[in-house]
């Protein structure tokens, strides 16, 4: 128990921090899944659950002032009560919402409370002319959130690994089944939300490329990568072309200027 909270604490750690690596997504679930799997001594299991609950949070991005539900504490820790407790995949999608909810709130404390008060800090040391101060503030304000984090997740598992058994017992069976249906068509529902994000007619065809070769052609998706730098060969091929007869064009039209 205290090596598994100690690997927690460190995973946990290691992900808030991803920003301060250049948003690195170590945070993500799909690399905090296999972190958990290594320290629970199942990382077949640790990448499955990752992936599933990678696919949950994959539309659910900050846009504006809007914040997600905390993808970090949600995948760390339900992925390491599901492995501790030895259920599956749809127990884990049945937790990781509450949960990254739970992260969520706690940031809206830190973004509603405590730093607009280490704001004003900052304008005050401004004021007195401190400048060095008020500039590392931020600093401050990215440690805060990356202790606060950490400590949370680490705490919420001592709390958790102890009564997870009971809360699933006040879950009705159809909700969990429910679930376990939903962990079957969650990847399609993640892909048609980024597709939505992303889709424009210049992409349409090769998402379309890519849909025949694993539909029809079936093919594995190291085969179609493979087919779609192919086509972006070519057309870079062709593109290239095009570009140097209109630079010839343009010089062959000054030339003839000239002459006149």
Not at 27 to 43: H, N, S, W
Not at 138 to 166: N, Q
Request: charged residues 15%; glycine residues 10%; hydrophobic residues 55%.
């Amino acid at each position: 128990m205290i090596v598994q909270t100690i690997g927690i604490f460190i995973i946990a750690l290691i992900a808030n921090m991803q920003d301060f690596l250049g948003s690195s997504f170590i945070g993500r679930p799909l690399v905090t899944g296999l972190f958990v799997g290594l320290l629970f001594g199942d990382v077949t299991q640790g990448l499955i659950m990752g992936a599933t609950l990678e696919l949950a949070f994959l539309g659910l991005m900050g846009v504006g002032a809007t914040v997600p539900p905390d993808e970090i504490i949600g995948g760390i820790l339900a992925t390491a009560l599901v492995l501790k407790n030895g259920y599956g995949v749809d127990v884990a999608l049945t937790l990781v919402l509450p949960i990254a909810a739970l992260g969520l709130a706690i940031k809206n404390i830190l973004y509603v409370v405590i730093f607009p008060a280490m704001t004003h800090k900052a304008d005050h040391l401004i004021e007195e002319g401190k400048i060095k101060e008020a500039a590392n503030m931020h600093l401050w304000a990215s440690f805060t959130r990356i202790g606060l984090m950490t400590v949370v997740t680490t705490v919420a598992y001592v709390i958790g690994s102890g009564t997870v058994d009971k809360i699933l017992k006040l879950i009705p069976q159809a909700f969990i089944d429910g679930m376990n249906i939903a962990t079957n068509i969650l990847p399609a529902v993640g892909f048609a939300m980024l597709i939505n994000m992303t889709f424009s007619k210049k992409v349409a065809p090769f998402f379309f490329l890519g849909f025949v070769c694993a539909a029809y052609l079936k093919l594995d998706m190291i085969a179609t990568a493979m087919i779609g730098a192919i086509f972006a060969g070519i057309m870079y091929i062709i593109f290239d072309a095009i570009q140097k007869n209109k630079g010839q064009v343009m010089t062959d039209g000054e030339e003839q200027y000239d002459d006149f």
